[in-house]
C-alpha cells in the first residue's frame, strides 16, 4: 500500500498539522514504507483468532455515578491565553467561530 | 392518506430519517465525575477529564450505561451486552479533547421498533437502527463579543443517547409523532427530561426525495434542529428545495445543512473541502463495555408500564375511548394525574374533567400539567362533590375556574361562597310555587300542551336559585306541580 502526495495533505490538513510543500513527497515515502512493513502482518492467518480490545486481561471499571470533581474554573481555565472571566463565570476565548 | 408530493415531473415521495440526540439523565458526566446541572457559572461544572487535559483518563458512569439500557429496552430493541467504544475525531474550538468519545460499529443498543400516533387515529410502527452513548460538547457561545466566541465546557463529555431511526419515515407529520413517541418514553422511563428549550433533546434530520419505487435520492442532513416545530417547517423546505433541483435537471449534494428559524429555510454548513472525515477508531483508554444478560434483565424487571400498554389498559379495564386513552397517554405527567384522579372515582368522568375543563384553564393559563396550580387530589375533591350531589355540574365548572386561580380546594370554595345545591324540596317547591303565580299565562301554555315552556320555567327557578337548584329536582316538581 502506498501513500501519495495528496493523501499526506489531507491527512495533515485533518490533524491540523501544517506541512510544506517541499516535506510532502519525503513524508509520503516514510508513510508508505511503515504502511508496507506492517501490510507483513497480514500474512499471518488470524480467521480464528477474535480481535484484541487490549494487553490487559481485564474488565471495563465502572464508576458511581456520583458528583465528586468540577467547581475548578480557575484551574480549567488557567492555560487559556485569552480567557475572559467577567463575572457570569470564566471563559475561554477563541476568534470568532460562527456558520 | 397520501404523503405523496405534486411536482412536475410527477408525484415524488419524501424519505426521513432522524438521528435523536438526547442527554441522558444522570448526576454526573459520561466519563468523570463532573455535575450535569443545567445553567451553572461557566467552566463550573468541568472535570479536567472533561478540559480534555493531558493524561487524565476516562471512567465509565454505571449509571449511564443503566439508561441506554433502559432506554434500549423501552424502544423494544436489541440490547448488546457488548460494545466498543470508538473516537470520532475532529477539530472544534468546544471539543477540547480533538474527538468525541462515541460508539461506531459496536452501539450498546441495536435494531427495535416504535409505534407512532398520526393525527387521522392511525399508527404506524418506525424502525429504530441503534442507539449508543457518546459525550456531548461544549457550548459555543457567539453573542458576548464581537471578535470573539466564549466557550463554556459545562456540556462538554455530559452523556447523551443517540438514537437513530431507519427511513421509515414519509412526511413531516411522521417525523413530529416519532419525535413526540421517543421523547414520551424517554420520559416515562426517567432517562432523558425530553427538554428541547434547554436543549437536552436534539435532533438532525435526513431528507430525501424520490419517485414512489425508485431507489432512495441522494439525502441531505440537517443539523441540530431544537423543536418539533422547526424540524417540520425544515422538512418541508428541504422537500420543495430537492424537488425544484431535481425537476430543473440538478442533482443534490450530500451535504450537512443548517436551519435557519428566522427565514424557516436551510442553507449549507460546510463547504465541500471542508468535508469530515472522523477517521473513528477504538478509544484505547477505554475497554469493551461488557455486562451479563442478568444485569439487564435486573433493569427490564423495574420497567414502568409505558405508554402503549397503558394506553391499552385505560380502553380494556377503565372502558376508555381510543381518543381518550391516547391524549392520556401521550406525557408521563398528564397519566400520572389522572391515574390519581380517577382512583376510587368513575374513569370516564374523570377523563372527562382532566382533558376538558382542567386542560382547556391549563391551555388559557399555558402551564403544562405539572406546573398546575391544583393537585389532582383537589381535581377529584371536586368530582366528589359532584358525584355526592353538593353542587351541580354546572356551578363545578365555576368553582374550577376559581380553584385554579385560588388553589383553594372545592369543599372550601362552594362553602365560602354559598354553591351548594338545593335539595331541600320545601325550599325548592317554595321557589316553583312562586313563579307559577307569578305567571299563569305560560302556566296555560304549558296545560295546554306547549311543553317547551316547561324549560323556561326551569330557567326561571334556576335564575331564582342563582343556580343551585337541583336540575333533576326541579324538573320533577316541576312536572307535578304543573299538571292540570
Known sequence: MSVDKATVARIAHLARIGVGEDELEPLAAELSGILNWIEQLNEVDTETVPPMASVHDEALRWRADVINDGGKQADVVANAPDGDNDGDGAFFTVPKVIE | ?484
Request: with cysteine; hydrophobic share 40%.
Open chain 2, 1 to 484: 392518506m397520501s404523503n405523496l408530493v405534486e411536482g412536475a415531473t410527477g408525484r415524488w415521495e419524501v424519505v426521513i430519517g432522524l438521528e435523536v440526540h438526547a442527554q441522558v439523565i444522570s448526576q454526573s458526566k459520561l466519563f468523570s465525575g463532573a455535575a450535569t446541572a443545567f445553567g451553572a457559572a461557566a467552566n463550573s461544572q468541568v472535570s479536567l477529564v472533561d478540559a480534555g487535559m493531558p493524561g487524565m483518563l476516562p471512567v465509565i458512569n454505571e449509571v449511564a450505561v443503566e439508561q441506554a439500557v433502559r432506554s434500549g429496552l423501552g424502544l423494544n430493541a436489541k440490547i448488546n451486552t457488548y460494545s466498543v467504544f470508538d473516537r470520532k475525531n475532529y477539530f472544534y474550538a468546544d471539543l477540547p479533547q480533538g474527538y468525541q468519545i462515541s460508539q461506531y460499529l459496536q452501539p450498546i443498543v441495536g435494531e427495535g421498533v416504535i409505534t407512532v400516533d398520526l393525527e387521522d387515529g392511525s399508527s404506524r410502527d418506525i424502525g429504530v437502527e441503534r442507539l449508543h452513548l457518546e459525550q456531548d460538547a461544549g457550548k459555543s457561545i457567539h453573542d458576548r463579543h464581537p471578535t470573539k466566541t466564549h466557550v463554556d465546557l459545562n456540556r462538554s463529555g455530559v452523556a447523551l443517547m443517540e438514537i437513530v431511526s431507519k427511513p421509515d419515515m414519509r412526511s413531516a407529520e411522521e417525523a413530529g409523532a416519532y419525535v413526540r413517541k421517543v421523547r414520551a418514553i424517554l420520559r416515562y422511563l426517567g432517562t432523558c427530561d425530553g427538554n428541547m428549550e434547554e436543549g437536552s433533546m436534539r435532533a438532525d434530520v435526513n431528507v430525501s426525495v424520490r419517485h414512489p419505487g425508485d431507489e432512495l435520492g441522494t439525502r441531505a442532513e440537517i443539523k441540530n434542529v431544537n423543536s418539533i416545530r422547526f424540524m417540520q417547517q425544515a422538512i418541508h423546505y428541504e422537500t420543495s428545495r430537492q424537488i425544484d433541483i431535481l425537476e430543473d435537471g440538478g442533482s443534490i449534494d450530500q451535504e450537512t445543512r443548517l436551519f435557519d428559524s428566522q427565514t424557516g429555510t436551510t442553507r449549507p454548513m460546510r463547504s465541500k473541502e471542508e468535508a469530515h472525515d472522523y477517521r473513528y477508531f477504538p478509544d484505547p483508554d477505554l475497554l469493551p463495555l461488557e455486562f451479563s444478560d442478568e444485569f439487564v434483565d435486573g433493569i427490564r424487571a423495574t420497567l414502568p408500564e409505558l405508554p402503549d400498554a397503558k394506553k391499552k389498559r385505560y380502553m380494556a379495564e377503565l372502558g376508555l375511548s381510543e381518543h381518550d386513552a391516547q391524549v392520556l397517554v401521550s406525557e408521563r405527567d398528564i397519566a400520572v394525574f389522572f391515574e390519581e384522579v380517577a382512583t376510587g372515582r368513575e374513569a370516564k368522568v374523570a377523563a372527562n374533567w382532566v382533558q376538558g375543563d382542567f386542560f382547556a384553564l391549563l391551555g388559557k393559563a399555558e402551564l403544562e400539567v405539572a406546573d398546575s396550580p391544583i393537585s389532582a387530589a383537589q381535581l377529584g375533591g371536586l368530582i366528589d362533590l359532584i358525584t355526592d350531589g353538593t353542587i351541580s355540574g354546572k356551578i363545578a365548572k365555576d368553582v374550577l375556574e376559581t380553584m385554579f386561580e385560588s388553589g383553594q380546594d372545592a369543599s372550601v370554595i362552594v362553602e365560602e361562597k354559598g354553591l351548594k345545591q338545593v335539595s331541600d324540596t320545601g325550599a325548592i317547591e317554595g321557589e316553583i310555587d312562586k313563579v307559577i303565580a307569578a305567571n299563569a299565562d305560560k302556566v296555560a301554555e304549558f296545560r295546554g300542551g306547549k311543553d317547551k315552556v316547561l324549560g323556561w320555567f326551569v330557567g326561571q327557578i334556576m335564575q331564582a336559585t342563582k343556580g343551585k337548584a337541583n336540575p333533576q329536582m326541579v324538573n320533577q316538581l316541576l312536572r307535578e306541580k304543573l299538571k292540570p
